[in-house]
């Protein structure tokens, strides 16, 4: 056997362990992290949590957010499913997650595949997305960010067109979601969160998107739907300003 055969089998080998002991390194990683984060929200920082009881406790769930921070994603998955998920892992949302900065090494490839992490590879159009996607959400809930990036201000951007194909794939239950705040708690260019901010995550009302499901499968019904799921995060980003102003 020439070394790259044993090295093929012995990654193979690694592979399978490591399915074996998912559902265990999983729940133990991502519980952990997840009260970790709660503490740090919570405690650490002041998060005011608005519409929590409007989010269905199910899978097909699909949390769409504006982004902010590079972990927006514990934000929006703790605090509306957190303690709950201590006795019912599946609530815990998969995610998209950036391979330049989630997968850079082995030790950070194993903490994100446990946070129930997707890759995304930067540049690159990967057609099995949204088939990972959708394989996803048959188990819990997703998050994923229209926008595509992390903003560089406090505007919201334009959401891509890709997450209305997920959406025009699974009809999930769409739940609007707006943060603001995590610009400060962890801005661009920084490694270490802040502390003592103040956050709000606004759980809005699910939507009402029956009127798609005559229209063609395509990237323009798609557009047309994250047009719709922006136009209702930016409504509840002012909201929040008037809060703030309050």
Known sequence: MSNNDAMSAIYSHRRRLFRKLWPITHYL???LFVTLGYFYFRILNKTVVIGKKDVPQQPNTLLLSNHQSMIDSFLVGLNVYYPKSLIKPSLIPWNPAAS??????PLLSWLADNWKCIPVKKGR??????YKMKKALERSPLTLFPEGTRSRSTKIGTGRAGTGLVILENWPTV???CI???????????IFPRFFK???VYYGKPLNLS???SKEKNKETAQEIINQ??????GMQREIREMRMA
């Open 29 to 31: 990683v991502t519980n």
């Open 100 to 105: 330049e900065n989630f997968y850079r090494n």
């Open 125 to 130: 159009k990967d057609l099995s997305l949204v």
């Open 175 to 177: 739940v609007p979601i």
């Open 180 to 190: 603001d705040g995590m610009d400060k708690i962890l801005p661009i260019g920084s």
């Open 198 to 200: 103040k956050i709000y």
């Open 211 to 213: 009127e798609f499901k």
């Open 229 to 234: 799921v922006m136009e209702a995060i930016n």
